[in-house]
Every structure is written in C-alpha cells, then in structure tokens.
C-alpha cells in the first residue's frame, strides 16, 4: 500500500512540476520576446508588414483571378504559391526598411545549417532576433516545418519547457521569431490574421503565439528610431522608401520533397 502511494506522490510531484515547468517556460518565452522584440519598438515595422502583406495577398488573387484562366483548383494552388512569394518579396523588403539585416551567406547563425527563405536579424541592446515570414492554414495552427524553419527553430532550444538541472536557466543567444499569416477562407485575396509567434525546436507546439492586434495593445503612435541590425551598423530613421529593390528568389535546396519546400 505504500509502495502505491510512494508511487502516486511521486506521479503527482512530476505532473505538478511539468505544470509549473509549462507555465514558467510560458512566462519566461513571452517576457523574452517582449523585451527583445519589443512592441513599442517595432510597431511601425509590424504594421508596415500588416499593409505590404495585405497588398501582396490582394494583388496575387487579382492576378490570377484575371489573368490566369485555369480552373479552381489548380488555380487555388497557383494564388497560394504567388502569394507567398510576393509577401515573401514585400517581408524582406520591409524589413530592411526598418533596419533588418538578411543572414549572411543564407546560413543559421552559430550553426552549419542553410536555410532558402529570407530570414531578417535585428539587434536590440546587443541581442539579436532571427525574423522569418511563415503562412498558417489557420490562425494558431502551425506552419509547414520546411528545411529554413527547421533549421530557424534549434535557436529556440532553451526556451523549451526543461528541467533546469545546472540551475544556470535558459541560455539565450539570437531566438527565432516568426511573423505568421493566416488567409481568410471565405474572401479571396484577404487575410484572417496575423500573428507574432516563437516555435519549440522540436517543431511540435507554439511556445508563444499572440495575434498582431493584441501584441500591440496599449502602445502609442508616435514614431520611434528603427532598431539595428547587427555591431557597427547604422541606425536608420523610419521614412518612406523611394525605391524598390527586386527580391531574387532564395536559391531550393536540392534533394527535397514536398514537405520541406519553403513555399508556404
């Protein structure tokens, strides 16, 4: 009898402590991704974001609606490659704009690992963020685990619930951020939602996922200066872009299937 209930203490002490590992990760991830991504920081980019991507699903629906003469179906799967790369093509864009930095030689920081899509860093305060671009099917569902957002996702390992056995907490170095669009199912050329989201590096769950609109509650609007992307860059002022540098396609990784195509 008190084996059994040596037993069940013992489950019960492991759940309550999962629980409480679950819900300090939480708390932990968000004040991370708050304070290193902050909201009153990067309001402008993420709403200049909101705009450009809205524009790009719009324009990528009309095109194909207008010019493209295929039947529904191939041409759902025409809108939906067009669309991605056209938000692809305004979210680097944008990014620079605001002061982001493409990774350099397409390669994962601290990391041999390539990646095919255009990630952003920013730095803030000598801490960087890893900024990618990632469509939903739905709002909170996951996105497509491709070769970049696999690759992107090891950067998030300490911030994976864990027992923490050196008692040192997590070790944080640039954390991978995505910025994630849902289309809207019942009007073409729209967008549901947009959200700002951090995956576990084992591609499993969200470890935090908040829609663009409540991330910036309670943040004004008076214009702020752009982040830095990295040591010894300049700091630019946000203004209006007078000139629109052509996206060149990431170069596809040879050898892979459908599921790791970084098309969505």
Same mark, same amino acid.
């Given at each position: =009898?008190? $084996?059994?209930?040596?037993?069940?203490?013992?489950?019960?002490f492991?759940?309550y402590?999962?629980?409480?590992?679950?819900?300090?990760?939480?708390?932990?991830?968000?004040?991370?991704?708050?304070?290193?991504?902050?909201?009153?920081?990067?309001? &402008?980019?993420?709403? !200049?974001?909101?705009?450009?991507?809205?524009?790009?699903?719009?324009?990528?629906?009309? =095109?194909?609606?207008?010019?493209?003469?295929?039947?529904?179906?191939?041409?759902?799967?025409?809108?939906?490659?067009?669309?991605?790369?056209? =938000?692809? %093509?305004?979210?680097?864009?944008?990014c620079?704009?605001?002061?982001?930095?493409?990774?350099?030689?397409?390669?994962?920081?601290?990391?041999?690992? %390539?990646?095919?899509?255009?990630?952003?860093?920013?730095?803030? &305060?000598?801490?960087?963020?890893?900024?990618?671009?990632?469509? =939903?099917?739905?709002?909170?569902?996951?996105?497509?685990?491709? $070769?970049?957002?696999?690759?992107?996702?090891?950067?998030n390992?300490?911030?994976?619930?864990?027992?923490d056995? !050196?008692?040192?907490?997590?070790?944080?170095?640039?954390i991978f $951020?995505?910025?994630?669009?849902?289309? !809207?199912?019942?009007?073409?050329?729209?967008?549901?939602?947009?959200?700002?989201?951090?995956? *576990?590096?084992?591609?499993?769950?969200?470890?935090?996922?908040?829609?663009?609109?409540?991330?910036?509650?309670?943040?004004?609007?008076?214009? $702020?200066?752009?982040?830095?992307?990295?040591?010894g860059?300049?700091?630019?002022?946000?203004?209006?872009?007078?000139?629109? %540098?052509p996206?060149?396609?990431?170069? %596809?990784?040879?050898?892979?299937?459908? &599921? *790791?195509?970084?098309?969505?």
């Amino acid at each position: =009898m008190k $084996v059994i209930q040596s037993a069940c203490s013992l489950r019960n002490f492991l759940i309550y402590k999962s629980c409480i590992l679950q819900f300090d990760a939480e708390r932990t991830v968000e004040h991370y991704i708050k304070r290193r991504f902050p909201p009153a920081l990067f309001k &402008n980019l993420y709403l !200049d974001l909101e705009d450009r991507l809205s524009a790009s699903a719009l324009k990528a629906f009309t =095109m194909v609606r207008d010019h493209a003469g295929l039947d529904p179906k191939p041409s759902r799967e025409l809108e939906g490659h067009a669309r991605f790369r056209m =938000m692809e %093509k305004a979210f680097r864009e944008t990014c620079e704009l605001h002061g982001g930095k493409l990774l350099e030689n397409g390669i994962i920081p601290l990391t041999d690992l %390539k990646i095919f899509q255009p990630f952003m860093r920013f730095e803030v &305060n000598g801490q960087g963020i890893i900024f990618g671009l990632a469509a =939903m099917p739905e709002p909170k569902a996951l996105p497509v685990k491709n $070769v970049s957002r696999k690759a992107g996702v090891t950067l998030n390992y300490y911030l994976s619930p864990r027992l923490d056995l !050196d008692g040192t907490g997590p070790k944080i170095g640039d954390i991978f $951020v995505l910025f994630l669009v849902a289309r !809207d199912r019942e009007r073409g050329g729209k967008i549901s939602e947009f959200a700002i989201g951090v995956i *576990d590096a084992a591609y499993e769950q969200y470890l935090f996922y908040e829609p663009l609109d409540k991330y910036l509650e309670g943040y004004a609007d008076e214009p $702020v200066t752009a982040p830095s992307s990295g040591t010894g860059a300049k700091t630019p002022i946000i203004s209006l872009k007078k000139t629109i %540098k052509p996206f060149v396609p990431p170069e %596809k990784p040879d050898g892979d299937n459908d &599921n *790791d195509r970084d098309t969505k």
